[in-house]
């Protein structure tokens, strides 16, 4: 086989679709019916227009609630298919549920809104012009479905094309992932490797791994055999590479290496594949966290991530690289993004400036069959997408119950085992996919299993100082109160306050200036009796809404203020007698 290197004839080509795309809404539903995919049917009516992709349609003040279905469509140019390639659409995220057409033909569908997924369209490409169609359903009741903090009492929802699309021509047979899983005691990364279509009778297949800093290889590691799987159409290897004095992945130094994985069979390369991760471990014991093997003292902040006009996405190239570099001025070494998966660009900046991520699954409402499977799809589907990303360091599974017993109407974790065995099994599977970061089962409430025993307080000060120092004596003497049951230990599991504080306070000058005065819903009362809330301004911002942070184990600090505007949601939820304040964020 060949040895020399890759060229560009064995790469993934990727053209990107974004850019003007036409779009409409079907308030009646009738775009199926009236075969708005045919590539023959015309578009050309007042209902229709031009949005630039990524889009969400409530980025328009005149579909700011409208909920449904609507339809993007946009041609593409392209040249004959070589036999040996197939064509995938790649989509970052699209919410909720969409379905694929290419030249009037459906390729697919898809269900989920904030990760990504591909639709093979190789059958539906001709050579020249194509005419590329989507219908993307957003419905009106999302309690059963991961949403966040999409819609009231929150943020405005997000429906549509929200990131990126590309046409991806790829080898058929291919590598189709990579994990790279650093062992720091060993000073190697051993890298897991799925490839997929290989011929039924393929034996010859083999791959190779080379490592490098900043464009530099450092080391190659042996051509390894690919063992088949489900009848030989795909199939693993392993590859182990040593590393001499490698440099660790750190916040204050955050050093990433380049990997490339080789695919070859006995005619030459296959395939080549590109990623890259850290030298990073985190662990803890006997309640110390660990990054690296030394003792690490979380200091973070809460970060929504919504903004004014383009709400999940960021609005301007470098936004991302400013806000880490706020953060880490300000002395924070970690953002929790809040109760939605990470942008993935945001997750590369952080991976690159350095500063730890502790990432969350988006929360349905309720707890119902279809909604326990979804968040445990997206956790899955999270964890595969994030793997490599050193700067991820935990994740977390609900927050606050949201979707497995926050609902007015359902039982809390405290009182229902049937949950409490949700939340274990869901921990356990989620360790099992992921054993190299922390697992947090039901961040801020009543935990089961968990890596992280954290809490989410709220006290006043300086007028309720003396309360919220109280508090902090009673959690630190007494942990395993926090928890509804113990699968895991609560006496040996790190204490993490993941959300405390008060008010944030806004410039308002300049958000009455944004919204022509108060925003809608400036004020608000609840009259349940079980959550009592005063709230600020809760409009989309460009920075978090709340400066609620992490802290350590033992830490006395009342307050965590960073000195930057922000906005902010506060709010006290009953909980059980002598647990103090907690929010219902």
């Known amino acids: 086989m060949s040895e020399a290197h890759p060229t560009a004839a064995v790469a993934t080509r990727s053209i990107s679709l974004d850019g003007s795309w036409l779009f409409r809404c079907d308030p009646d539903d009738a775009g199926i019916d009236d075969d708005w ?40 140019t392209v040249e004959e298919l070589p036999d040996d390639r197939d064509a995938v659409l790649r989509f970052g995220a699209v919410d909720y549920e969409s379905s694929v057409w290419v030249n009037g033909q459906h390729c697919g569908d898809h269900r989920g809104g904030y990760l990504p997924f591909d639709v093979d369209v190789t ?8 005419v590329v169609t989507v219908r993307v359903q957003d419905p009106e009741n999302i309690d059963e479905i991961p949403h966040g903090k999409q819609g009231d009492p929150w943020y405005t929802r997000v429906s549509g094309i929200w990131q990126s699309v590309s046409l991806e021509l790829r080898p058929h047979t291919r590598v189709a992932d990579a994990r790279a899983t650093p062992d720091l005691d060993a000073d190697a990364a051993t890298i897991d490797i799925e490839v997929v279509g290989l011929a039924a009778d393929a034996s010859d297949h083999t791959v190779r791994v080379r490592v490098l800093r900043d464009g530099d290889g450092i080391e190659t590691s042996d051509w390894v055999p690919v063992t088949p799987h489900d009848e030989g159409a795909t199939g693993t290897a392993s590859v182990t590479v040593s590393l001499e004095d490698p440099d660790y992945w750190h916040p204050d130094d955050p050093v990433l290496y380049d990997f490339e994985v080789d695919l070859a069979d006995g005619d030459g390369l296959c395939h080549t594949y590109h990623d890259y991760f850290g030298m990073r471990s985190v662990s803890f014991e006997r309640k110390q966290l660990y990054l690296n093997g030394d003792p690490l003292f979380i200091r973070g902040a809460l970060d929504q991530g919504y903004y004014p006009k383009t709400l999940y996405r960021p609005f301007e190239d470098d936004l991302f690289e400013r806000e880490i570099a706020t953060a880490k001025d300000l002395g924070f070494n970690m953002l929790r993004k809040h109760i939605k998966p990470a942008h993935p660009d945001f997750l590369e900046a952080a991976d690159r400036m ?19 499977r979804e968040v445990r799809e997206q956790a899955r589907e999270l964890i595969d997408r994030d793997f490599n990303r050193p700067s991820v360091v935990a994740w ?5 119950e949201w979707g497995i017993g926050h609902h007015h109407e359902e039982t809390y974790v405290w009182d229902d085992t049937e949950k409490q065995e949700t939340l274990g099994e869901l921990y356990e599977r989620a360790s099992e996919w992921d054993p190299t970061r922390l697992v947090c089962d039901n961040s801020g409430w009543a935990h089961v299993a968990t890596d992280i025993n954290d809490y989410h307080q709220y006290f006043a000060s300086p007028d309720r100082a003396d309360a919220w120092e109280a508090n902090l004596d009673e959690i630190i003497e007494n942990p395993a109160d926090n928890y509804a049951a113990e699968w895991t230990e609560p006496d040996e599991t790190p204490i993490v306050m993941s959300e405390f504080g008060t008010w944030g306070l806004c410039d308002t000058e300049r958000l ?24 600020n301004w809760t409009a989309t911002t460009s920075t978090s809404r709340r400066a609620s942070a992490g802290r350590p184990p033992g830490s006395r600090s009342a307050t965590n203020r960073p000195r930057c505007p922000r906005w902010s949601a506060v709010s006290t939820r009953c909980r059980r007698p002598g647990s103090g304040d907690s929010s219902s964020r």
């Open 37 to 76: 995919a045919s590539p023959v049917t015309d578009w050309d009516d007042a209902e229709t227009r031009a949005v630039d992709v990524p889009h969400a349609w409530q980025e328009h003040d005149d579909l700011d609630d409208y909920t449904g279905a609507a339809w993007y469509r946009r041609t593409i």
């Open 123 to 130: 059958d539906a490409l001709e050579p020249g012009t194509n």
């Open 354 to 372: 350095g500063i730890l991520v502790w990432e969350e699954v988006a929360n349905p409402a309720r707890y119902t069959e279809r909604s326990k």
């Open 396 to 400: 977390s599974l609900y927050n606050e």
């Open 512 to 535: 009455i200036e944004r919204y022509d005065g108060p925003p809608r819903g400036s004020i608000t009362r609840s009259s349940s009796p079980r959550n009592t809330a005063a709230r």
